[in-house]
């Protein structure tokens, strides 16, 4: 069901406060709903699509919080203000730290309200397209709602960001939508992969050459620092980057400009620069493949996007999601999941993440005999096992699985740290983790 677009909600559960600013924000010109509890709200954005959402962070039937988190993805592309009393105000921060726009300490002013109310509105409006994109990327875990706030906040800036994350986590749309969100929309999105070939076919791709710089250059050439403008660089796989670029790319970070190869002419670098790697930052500072001055100039701000094993409330939303992308053209669509396929997306180990996730049930689609997906539809190579109805040992090397990796992604990927505060011994641990299908 298509939500209908709203200016404001407004959740207060006080009559006469409530009655009071949805009228003056009514004479203001904005459209306005008002509900008065959690339930109502989370009923009133299944229906409607706010600009922005003014919460009381107490109500009678839970809290503004509530709303937050329980309605995480319908609000991705949503502002919210919260308004709260001088002993919530440490709840507040907390919001806006997650991802939250503002907080007003009541009993506040009404003009003033207005006045941050049609702030907030002038910078809510993303560019067209960017909502579907957010919902795409974000579902329904408390994580993931801190995260897409930080993205879209971090979208209104112009320094680098660092995005960090295992394979297939998304971290090149999470560049995407930095860069659709922010006033770059309207230039190039460009994506290189870092780990590239020799030194001058690399300094050619990011720098350009002028004819007659290196033999074979018959013409001028554009790099990619060149191409993208005013709009956004993504580098990929950042610390594969050859040393010699990266030594000159920190004095184009320094220096503001750059120049062909052959060529005098100083030119402006005027983009701005997402990185991403799935390694170890720390173990690639340690071992000198990721330059130390390099590191501090792209870490304007540092995310870490979770796998998709440590966001299990949203396996099963985002492969529905998957499922009316990839099985529209079927004959047999919609697909649905069989008990069982639900079963075993959640407790599947997902290496591969959510392009894992897209990989199986594209595959799936294409090859399915029936509208019904089991689980050996999404896991052929399970196929003659008990796939679908894990059991009893199977759910315990799991849980185990989950632990391992959930404490050694906390130590910072560092084995004997891990097996120090699981209380086993590093041996074992790698023994466990290579039983369970963890990393080797």
């Known amino acids: 069901m298509k939500r209908q677009a709203l200016d404001v909600l407004l959740v207060e559960d006080d009559g006469v406060l409530g009655g009071a600013v949805a009228q003056r924000l009514r004479l203001e010109g904005l459209s306005v709903l008002w509900v008065q509890s959690a339930a109502q709200a989370i ?77 907030t509105l002038s910078r809510a409006h993303l560019p067209k397209g960017v909502r579907t994109a957010f919902r795409s990327f974000h579902h329904d875990s408390a994580e993931m709602a801190a995260l897409m706030g930080q993205l879209k906040r971090l979208a209104r800036e112009n320094f680098p960001i660092l995005l960090m994350g295992e394979t297939g986590t998304g971290k090149e749309m999470a560049a995407r939508l930095v860069h659709e969100a922010s006033d770059r929309a309207a230039a190039p999105f460009i994506p290189v992969s870092c780990a590239d070939i020799s030194d001058v076919a690399l300094e050619s791709k990011y720098f350009g050459h002028e004819a007659g710089a290196f033999p074979n250059a018959v013409s001028r050439k554009a790099g990619v620092l060149e191409d993208v403008g005013g709009g956004t660089l993504f580098l990929d796989e950042v610390c594969e ?19 062909r190869l052959g060529g005098d002419e100083p030119i402006r670098f005027e983009g701005r620069i997402v990185a991403a790697t799935n390694a170890d930052v720390q173990e690639a500072l340690a071992a000198g ?75 799936a689609c294409a090859l399915a005999e029936s509208s019904t997906l089991g689980p050996a539809d999404l896991f052929p190579e399970h196929k003659g096992r008990d796939a679908g109805e894990p059991s009893l040992a199977r759910v315990r090397a799991e849980a185990e699985r989950e632990e391992i990796e959930r404490v050694i992604a906390e130590s910072g990927g560092r084995l004997g740290e891990a097996a120090k505060r699981l209380g086993i011994s590093r041996t074992t641990l790698w023994k466990r983790r290579r039983a369970n299908g963890g990393g080797a």
């Open 289 to 363: 493949r990721l330059r130390q001055d390099l590191y501090y100039r792209l870490q304007g701000a540092q995310l870490t996007i979770p796998p998709l094993r440590r966001r299990v409330p949203e396996i099963l939303p985002l492969a529905e999601r998957l499922l009316e992308s990839y099985g529209g053209a079927s004959p047999l669509a919609p697909f649905t999941l069989s008990p069982a396929a639900r079963s075993a997306l959640v407790t599947h180990a997902w290496p591969g993440n959510v392009r894992e996730l897209g990989n199986r049930i594209a595959q």
């Open 43 to 119: 009923e009133a954005l299944q229906r409607h699509d706010p600009a922005l959402m003014l919460s009381d962070i107490r109500l009678p039937d839970g809290t503004g919080e509530d709303v937050f988190r329980q309605a995480a993805r319908l609000l991705a592309d949503t502002e919210v203000m919260f308004a709260t009393a001088y002993a919530e105000v440490a709840q507040a921060v907390a919001l806006v730290k997650a991802g939250a726009s503002d907080y007003l300490i009541k009993p506040y002013d009404i003009n003033d309200l207005v006045r941050r109310i049609k702030a």
């Open 241 to 259: 980057m050859h040393p010699k670029m990266q030594a000159a790319l920190v004095r184009v970070l320094q220096d503001g400009h750059f120049r």
